[in-house]
């Protein structure tokens, strides 16, 4: 039995060709794959270079006997089914569905239906959310423009505004200078500007894991944004808190590439939690959304 589970987000795609969850073929990275209305054909075109990259790698010539794909954006209901039919086109022997991204996270950290939290961060950011009898509930996930509050985006949105600050005299000094500097290839704060004037939010997204690192090393200001990142992730978490009234435990898990294990604003997000609700418990492992889906697909 072969399946395929995706994982298609804002920052990147990733696709998982498996036997079962525990048995694992062949892994492939690629374009982001988020998805808005009118873009459907975009994002399968991504989903399906997806799929084949990971049966080529599998060494398997024969399709896969389910998909599953669980898409940032897809929340609608008439992009979902725009986006399966894009890929029943070109996988017509296989089982194809199109989720959430939040349905494949809340599956790969909370098995069989089990309730939980699970909060994510990379490009943007969200949180989920499934109570005792099964029902899902959200918290942010609005997108750069209305929040993504606590998301690698804002937090170097925040970082690129407090440079700009200090370059102007009207902030303190910060290796973030620097370090921003660095990571684009500038050599000055006005070669900065114009390359804010024209970075997509992904881009500058793809600057937070500096901003960590600043952080670790001890920089005050860096320490300071990634700080109030990990409470502004906090709030997306006891937002959903409410839906788990009753547990004595409630599980946390989190997913995305700011909170990946090691990363400081992880540290000091999981260091809140405990702190505010002691009956929260902090699962250890991050999430493989991809995987989530592959139990998915074996479901069909």
Do not use: N
């Amino acid at each position: 039995m072969l399946l395929v589970g995706i994982d298609g987000g804002a920052s990147h795609t990733e696709a998982i060709a498996a036997q079962s969850p525990d048995r694992v073929l062949a892994r492939w990275q690629g374009e982001p794959s988020a998805v808005r209305p009118g873009t459907e054909p975009d994002a399968a075109r991504i989903l399906s270079k997806g799929v084949a990259a990971v049966l080529e790698q599998a060494g398997q010539a024969h399709p896969p006997r389910a998909i599953v794909a669980g898409v940032a954006g897809a929340g609608r209901d008439d992009v979902r089914t725009r986006l399966e039919e894009l890929l029943a086109r070109e996988f017509a022997d296989a089982a194809v569905t199109v989720t959430t991204d939040g349905a494949i996270a809340l599956e790969a950290a909370f098995p069989e239906g089990r309730p939980g939290i699970v909060v994510t961060a990379g490009s943007g950011s969200v949180a989920y959310a499934r109570d005792p009898r099964g029902g899902v509930k959200r918290a942010g996930g609005l997108g750069w423009q209305m929040g993504d509050e606590g998301s690698g985006y804002a937090l170097a949105r925040a970082a690129l505004e407090h440079v700009g600050r200090a370059t102007d005299g009207r902030s303190s000094k910060t290796d973030l200078t620097a370090r921003l500097l660095l990571e684009i290839g500038a050599s000055s704060g006005e070669e900065l500007i114009q390359w804010t004037a024209v970075a997509r939010p992904r881009s500058v997204a793809a600057l937070a894991h500096a901003v960590c690192q600043v952080a670790a090393a001890g920089d005050t200001v860096a320490a300071r944004l990634a700080g109030e990142a990990a409470a502004d992730l906090a709030s997306l978490v006891e937002a959903l808190v409410p839906h788990l009234e009753g547990l004595d435990e409630m599980r946390v898990a989190m997913s995305g590439g700011l909170l990946s294990e090691g990363s400081v604003v992880r540290d000091r997000l999981e260091a809140l939690l405990r702190e505010r609700h002691s009956q929260l418990v902090v699962l250890a492992a991050s999430v493989d959304p991809a995987l989530g889906a592959v139990r998915l697909a074996g479901s069909l």
